[in-house]
């Protein structure tokens, strides 16, 4: 694993929030998604047909010309523009994901854009319209968070919001390394490379000892030019890692405690919060 894109890698399976913290995210299972799919295929039907009936109705005598015209540009509104448009101004709903209580963001766990969504559309064309959903259902099965090509075209996930989030416990110092850690100089992380750090402090005991050995070595190897001066020799990069984190998170709940109480100084009291 290298250390940055091997990093990157290892942490894509959660969000993390912004004090660099792990959430195992609730992927939407594939059924979920193929139900929510096929409400919204349905619906779209429905309004392409109500829509060529209509055109049919009003345009009467129009060439051939004008009617492909207008059958085009219905059919890339109906498919494409309005999936793009519910998604962008609800943050990753369409109608199938309201019912089924599911939401497509961005793989950082951030509300999907514009032009996420209008990526989405596009493959989602030509996956599910096109080739009747096979390449969605295969990709879907097949990808550890139930991607299909247009979540990887895009980079999003979808999640479902009918089920809690969990936390992973915040690691700890281990009181050999408590001198150092606390004198030592801790730059701020990348949020990746602190997610994946977590991850593999949680997940440690279920790996392969090889496995764990390398992934280890591989984060702390990443870890180490953001923290001057570097661990006492002899200590396993688990030991290591786990104080870098611990102390790292400490420092981050500590500076933003100060910014509050600063702010409840300056700032008058919101007269619509409860008093203490």
């Known amino acids: 694993m290298s250390d940055h894109g091997g990093y990157r890698s290892y942490a894509g399976d959660d969000l993390v929030t912004g004090e660099g913290v792990a959430v195992e995210v609730p992927t939407a299972s594939v059924a979920a998604r193929m139900a929510s799919a ?56 369409t109608l199938g994901k309201m019912a089924l209580g599911l939401r497509a963001v961005r793989d950082d766990g951030g509300p999907i854009r514009g032009r996420h969504a209008i990526v989405r559309a596009l493959v989602a064309y030509v996956e599910i319209y096109l080739l009747l959903g096979a390449p969605a259902l295969i990709t879907s099965m097949i990808h550890p968070r139930a991607k299909r090509l247009g979540d990887m075209a895009a980079g999003t996930v979808v999640v479902t919001q009918r089920a809690a989030l969990r936390l992973t416990a915040p690691p700890v110092v281990h009181p050999v390394l408590y001198p150092w850690v606390t004198g030592a100089d801790i730059a701020s992380l990348p949020s990746g490379l ?63 405690g100060r910014e509050e109480r600063l702010r409840a100084r300056v700032l008058p009291a919101d007269p619509l919060l409860p008093r203490p």
């Open 194 to 256: 602190t997610v994946a750090v977590r991850q593999f402090l949680s997940r440690a005991p279920s790996l392969s000892p090889e496995s764990r050995q390398r992934l280890g070595t591989d984060l702390l190897r990443a870890v180490l030019p953001h923290v001057s001066p570097a661990p006492p020799q002899g200590h396993h990069p688990e030991v290591v890692l786990a104080a870098v984190v611990a102390e790292r998170r400490r420092r981050d709940l500590e500076r933003l």
């Open 38 to 93: 096929a409400i919204d295929v349905i619906l779209a039907l429905a309004l392409l047909v109500g829509g060529f009936f209509a055109f049919g109705m009003a345009l009467g005598e129009a060439s051939e010309a004008m009617v492909g015209i207008v059958g085009i540009a219905w059919s890339t509104l109906v498919i494409v523009g309005v999936p793009a448009t519910l998604e962008t101004f609800t943050r990753g709903r």
